[in-house]
Each structure stands twice: as C-alpha cells, then as structure tokens.
C-alpha cells in the first residue's frame, strides 16, 4: 500500500491525523496530495510530512487511487458535485470521513454508482489511538475494503459494522465517547479538590487513573466487568463508591444519553442527506 496515490479532499484535523498514522506505517508521502483552499494549512503539511498540496481538489482527485473525503459535513454536496466531472470511470475507491453523511448522499453527488467506504472516526485519531467504524457500500470490492482498512487503521482500531445505519449507534458510542470520559474526568478532577486536594494534583491523578484504567482495559483478556470485579473488594472503599453511582443511576443514565446521541445522528443524517 505504500504506494498508492491517495488524495485527501480537506486538509483539517482528520485528514492531517490520518496522513500521520500513513508515514509513520512507512506509506510514501509523495504518493500523498492533500487539497485544501487555506494556504496556511497547505504550508505546514507540506513543511511536516512532505506530501504534494494543492487548492484544486479535481486535480487532487484526477490521478488518485483513493479519495478521502475529509470536509466539513455541510460542504459535501457542494465539494461531490465539484468532484465528479472529474473522476475517472471505473470510478476510484472513495472514503467518507464526514459525520452523518450517507452513502446514498455522497454517490448521488459523485454522480453514480462509486465504490465507497463510509467511515465514523473520533477525535483520539488525533493521537493515532482513534475507534473507526466503518461500513462499505455494494460497488465496493473486497479488496478495496481491505486497503480503506489499511489506510484508516493509520489512525486507530477498525471495525466494519454490517449496515450503514449501524454507524449511528457507533457515532453515539465512540464518536460522542470520548467527551463521555472527559466528562468524567473532570467530575473525578472536581471531586477531588472538594475532597482537599490541589488542583493539579486532582487533575493529574484523574487523567492518569483513566489512561491506566483503558491500558489495563486494552491489555487484558479479560472484561471490563471482571477487572471491576477483581478490584472491588467486599466492604472496601471501591465497593461503597460503586454502590453509589449505582445508586445513582448512572447505568441507565449512560444508556440514555448513548441512544439520544444516536437519535441526533439520525436526524442529522436526514438533514444532510435532503439535499441528495
């Protein structure tokens, strides 16, 4: 793969984590073109990894083997229409990195049938530790669904999810997720100044107790349920502060806020899709 022609059509957050994870798998940067209308973004991707950078997006997409559509969810119709004069026929493998914006959306706008891969990334891509789910469309070979795995595991654990309108459920839970943590995080942070602490001293044990937490989580054959189970001794202080939020309601509580998540993801997708 190191050598396939990838143009990424928006050059922001995402596409600039996912040209790091690629470099850094050994993927050649001159076979990389990002396109994007700020000069200022194009220098510093030029200057830090090295690959071809442009304000065209047809001439970026003319020789690619691989699209990355990698723009604001709002600009997609207008950047597909763009686009499709200027595809090559068979059309090239495209991937979706946009929120909310369905299959059948992005390949009216590229003006037919395309091989495409729909995929719902999250902000820890940012740091090469993203959850991606992904789903492909029927035009879609499996060979193509092998490479926009390889290309969007640069940015973290993949997972296909068999229909399309699977990827809400996966924008409510890993899309939205990361912010349920930060959430806590900073509940525990506060908690802990109230408790006496420093500020920084409550911040640094939050932070580092969930990163040790996930590793444990990550590293172990175990479930998160049994590695709770283990630390919680019978009549200790883990088993009063879980028996707390259980209380509290924090279970049922999660659940709700996950299907409301996945409910806007719903209603956004019909809202960006109205204009196919």
Not at 100 to 116: D, H, K, M, Q
């Amino acid at each position: 793969m190191s050598q396939t022609r990838i143009a990424f059509i928006g050059g922001g957050n995402m596409a600039r984590s996912l040209v790091a994870g690629l470099i850094a798998d050994d993927h050649e940067p001159g076979a990389l073109t990002v396109s994007d209308p700020v000069a200022e973004v194009r220098s510093r991707l030029a200057e830090t990894y090295g690959v071809h950078t442009t304000d065209d997006n047809a001439a970026a997409a003319a020789a690619a083997e691989v699209i990355v559509l990698a723009v604001k969810p709002q600009a997609a119709p207008e950047v597909c229409r763009a686009l499709a004069p200027h595809l090559q026929r068979p059309a090239p493998l495209v991937i979706s990195v946009m929120a909310g914006v369905t299959e059948a959306a992005i390949c009216s706008w590229l003006g037919g049938e395309t091989p495409l891969v729909r995929s719902m990334p999250n902000t820890p891509v940012l740091v090469q530790s993203g959850a991606i789910g992904l789903h492909a469309n029927a035009a879609a070979t499996a060979a193509q669904r092998n490479l926009a795995e390889e290309i969007l595991r640069a940015g973290g654990l993949t997972r296909w999810v068999d229909t399309e309108a699977d990827l809400d459920a996966v924008t409510a839970v890993s899309g939205s997720g990361p912010a349920y943590f930060f959430l806590f995080m900073e509940a525990l942070e506060q908690a802990a100044t109230a408790e006496g602490l420093d500020a920084d001293t409550a911040r640094l044990l939050a932070i580092q107790t969930a990163l040790g937490a996930a590793r444990m989580a990550v590293e172990s054959d175990e479930s998160p349920a049994e590695l709770r189970r283990r630390v919680t001794s019978p009549g200790g202080t883990t088993e009063r502060a879980l028996g707390t939020l259980t209380d509290g309601g924090l279970e049922p509580l999660l659940a709700r806020a996950v299907a409301a998540a996945r409910a806007r993801a719903q209603e956004l997708s019909q809202l960006l899709g109205a204009d196919a």
